[in-house]
């Protein structure tokens, strides 16, 4: 019984493992819009220059997070 528990859970481990390797080989490039985020300086580049990570405002984000998916959208509906 102990052994089949072991292995069923070594088996899970594997899958979670592949499982989480596919999901970040999937999406481990920037997006289109994104920010591409300096990990060192925590600042991003804008038109206006760069700017600190932590500047945004909450209208900010959400002005560019509607805008972000309002483009996706029209991406989706012009592939189809």
Known sequence: MALDLDERL???NA??????????????????????ISMETLTYD???G???WG???TKEVRKRFKHHAR???TAVLRSE
Not at 17 to 28: D, G, K, M, V, W
């Open 55 to 57: 500047d945004l405002s």
């Open 71 to 73: 483009s996706q959208r």
């Open 15 to 36: 899958r979670f493992q592949t499982s989480i390797l596919s999901i970040l080989e999937r999406y481990n490039y920037p997006f289109e819009d994104d920010f591409l």
């Open 50 to 52: 760069p700017k600190e």
């Open 10 to 12: 070594r088996r899970s």
């Open 46 to 48: 804008t038109p206006e």
